[in-house]
């Protein structure tokens, strides 16, 4: 069994990614891992080289920056990436999404026995989703709770909007990948780098998605989707944290929640009242 991992990365540095940590943490597991490394503004390609991993293979882009719409550059950037890798498993990573130590066996084990499972197109990653500190979490609807990261690489998949896996039956119509959920937890921490670097983080890639950016506060949230956190990070990200990460905010007393933020709400008391799951899940379940 042959196992890429893959990713695309541009302005890591400047931008407040933990993307060599993130890279670091799936290298044990992985045959290879390819990158789309676009030309930016800081050291983010010298910062991959310093790896010094031979398994690394940087594959140098530029970005379209007249590709405004849906994030679809996004998805150009992975899909170079993804077309250059030559395992059986192709393995998605984000720049601020890092895997735990204790969860590398179990994601290698469920590589290896559902390789010649036809049912199994993929494997599905549970969440956590930092918020504001390395200490509280998200659950909420609107956040993923689950999702790919890991698909079968003689599928004819392709990511529309770079995020979600499609697998397409013709030149017209596809479907979400047939995925098994597997007891490993992906750590996204984009949202616990400091207030400075998210602003100037959505600042920039928000002309990709064709919208404007206001300024973000921490503090404008809805508390009741915030929970603590009680388990433990990756043990790679411990400089990063006590570095870069955001220690402490504070909630806006003065924040209304919004309506679509009242709409989560009360999908949550739907789950909780049906023990319900509505969270929107890109990927048919196998068990």
């Known amino acids: 069994m042959k196992v890429s991992c893959y990713t695309f990365i541009r302005n890591g540095e400047v931008l407040g990614y933990p993307f060599i940590e993130s890279i670091k943490s799936a290298l044990p597991i992985c045959d290879e891992f390819v990158i789309a490394a676009g030309k930016g503004d800081d050291h983010t390609r010298k910062m991959i080289e310093k790896i010094g991993n031979k398994k690394i293979r940087i594959i140098d882009t530029i970005w379209n ?41 179990t994601i290698y084990n469920a ?10 197109e993929a494997l599905a990653f549970h969440y956590h ?45 596809g479907r979400w990948p047939r ?35 206001d300024h973000h506060s921490y503090g404008d949230i809805d508390p009741e ?18 570095k870069d990460a955001q220690k402490e905010f504070t909630l806006n007393p003065d924040y209304k929640i919004t309506k679509r933020e009242k709409r989560h709400r009360f999908y949550l008391k739907l789950e909780k009242w049906f023990n319900l799951d509505l969270n929107k899940k890109h990927y048919k379940t196998v068990k």
């Not at 250059?84 to 590398?104: I, M, P, Q, S």
């Not at 979600?164 to 030149?171: D, Q, S």
């Not at 929970?227 to 990063?240: C, D, N, Y």
């Open 65 to 105: 920056e007249g590709q405004k719409t849906g994030g679809f550059v996004y998805a150009q950037q992975k899909m170079i990436a993804q077309y250059n890798c030559t395992g059986d498993w192709a393995f998605y990573l984000e720049g601020d999404e890092v895997l735990h130590e204790k969860d590398l066996d």
């Open 111 to 120: 590589m290896k026995e559902n390789l010649n499972d036809e049912r199994v």
């Open 129 to 173: 989703h930092f918020y504001g500190n390395p200490q509280t979490i998200i659950n909420s609807p609107a956040w993923c709770r689950s999702g790919v990261r890991i698909i079968k690489n003689n599928l004819r998949a392709i990511a529309m909007d770079g995020l979600h896996f499609t697998v397409m039956i013709n030149h017209k119509n």
């Open 179 to 213: 995925g098994k959920k597997i007891n490993a937890a992906i750590y996204h921490y984009g949202y616990v780098r400091s207030i400075l670097k998210l602003q100037e983080k959505l600042n920039k890639v928000s002309k990709y998605w064709g919208t404007k950016v």
């Open 225 to 242: 989707v915030l929970h603590p956190f009680s388990g433990t990070h990756p043990a790679i990200m411990k400089k990063w944290l006590q």
